[in-house]
């Protein structure tokens, strides 16, 4: 549940709980469903929510102990890969909780990934855990899964609402063209709230539907002309990656007086 994981774009990976439900076409081959189902558990992908050990749950402060003295970068931690952080079906306390470790290991970046961004502003942690939301905290990215336009222009708006050290998505799986050129940054306003970072990819396993390399090459194109790292982490079925799209950019921050400054490694 909490581990060194094998996603290219995390460092570990740390589920607060386990089980979710379908929301969008990206649902329709859940990894997360079929590794429920391997572990003899269907019941998490049918309604029920578990929480996960003491033990997991401890994890996170030995991965920020591990980062003292060691300075940036930081650990980044991909939270809930197998359930959703703003799942509105989760006990208040579960996530009360979680906040609290998120905000006791500052050495650690949460990059917390949801398919329900118009739960973010209602969830946010409450005054007492952590210091005040305000522009967000700067160890919490926070980013929502766009697998086709339709969702893009749904999730993304709600995401933008919600103040944050990174904004970025997942097209993952990618589904069909996306335009994105709204929600990336303006060169004329760099400062503005924007999407920063973009992961994309292509579906794995024996049902995965095809992703056409172009989509992701337009994909890779609008972020290139906005200054946006892109993160390119599979093709279909994982076959071999176009040597022109072989691209795995991160976004580092750093706070201004007033201003969230972005740049690209």
């Not at 996603?7 to 990206?26: L, P, Q, R, Y």
């Not at 189902?37 to 309604?47: A, N």
């Not at 401890?58 to 980044?76: M, T, V």
Request: proline share 7%.
């Amino acid at each position: 549940m909490a581990e060194n994981s094998k996603i290219e774009w995390t460092d570990h990976t740390m589920n607060f709980w386990v089980g979710c439900t379908k929301v969008s076409a990206a649902c329709d081959h859940c990894y997360a469903e079929s590794w429920a189902k391997r572990s003899g558990h269907p019941e998490l992908w049918q309604g029920e929510r578990r929480r996960t050990t003491p033990a997991n749950w401890r994890q996170p402060h030995k991965w920020n102990l591990d980062r003292l003295g060691i300075g940036n970068p930081r650990a980044r931690v991909f939270t809930n890969s197998l359930a959703d952080f703003f799942d509105n079906q989760i006990p208040y306390e579960w996530r009360r909780d979680a906040w609290q470790v998120i905000a006791r290991t500052p050495n650690l970046d949460w990059l917390i990934l949801t398919k329900r961004p118009q739960n973010i502003s209602k969830m946010l942690p409450e005054d007492g855990i952590g210091e005040p939301w305000g522009d967000g905290w700067s160890n919490v990215w926070l980013g929502t899964t766009v697998e086709n336009q339709e969702e893009a222009d749904r999730r993304i708006p709600h995401l933008l609402a919600v103040p944050a050290r990174v904004h970025f998505i997942s097209a993952e799986p990618l589904l069909g063209h996306l335009d994105l050129r709204s929600y990336l940054p303006m060169t004329s306003a760099p400062n503005e709230r924007a999407i920063r970072w973009v992961i994309a990819g292509g579906e794995s396993g024996g049902h995965a539907r095809p992703m056409h390399p172009d989509w992701a090459r337009s994909v890779r194109n609008q972020c290139a002309a906005a200054d946006v790292a892109f993160f390119m982490k599979q093709m279909t079925k994982k076959a071999l990656i176009p040597s022109d799209l072989l691209i795995r950019e991160f976004p580092s921050c750093q706070r201004g007086n007033t201003n969230l400054i972005c740049w690209y490694a």
